[in-house]
Nanobody, 119 residues
Framework: QVHLVESGGGLVQAGDSLRLACAAS????????MGWFRQAPGKERELVAS????????YYADFVKGRFTISRDNAKNTLYLQMNSLKPEDTAVYYC????????????WGQGTQVTVSS
């Protein structure tokens, strides 16, 4: 069973940086897509960035391009999201998720970590 645990959220000011981490366990993730999603109050959950674990190919939503970087540490089985130049509109609960490459939907989710950006 895949187990994902996020950490690193917090309260910061606009322009600050945060790095989220997602510790992944339970499987070998070479055939997985890993993603960071977020959900703000009253809004739908949206994909922020994703990465293919084996090749490291990345995807970013337009609203974070140039500010956020997704990466992974194979030795630690950990996914990261480096968030720079944070804006108040980045305030949300951030979730780590995983799916196998043949699946259309993300099957495994972490519990989420709150990121709050004050203006």
């Amino acid at each position: 069973q895949v187990h994902l645990v996020e950490s690193g959220g917090g309260l910061v000011q606009a322009g600050d940086s945060l790095r989220l981490a997602c510790a992944a366990s339970g499987r070998t993730f070479s055939n997985y897509f890993m993603g960071w999603f977020r959900q703000a109050p009253g809004k739908e959950r949206e994909l922020v960035a994703s990465l293919t674990w084996s090749a490291g190919t990345t995807y970013y939503a337009d609203f974070v391009k140039g500010r956020f970087t997704i990466s992974r540490d194979n030795a630690k089985n950990t996914l990261y999201l480096q968030m720079n130049s944070l804006k108040p509109e980045d305030t949300a609960v951030y979730y780590c998720a995983a799916r196998q490459t043949y699946q259309n939907k993300y099957s495994y989710w972490g519990q989420g970590t709150q990121v709050t950006v004050s203006s």
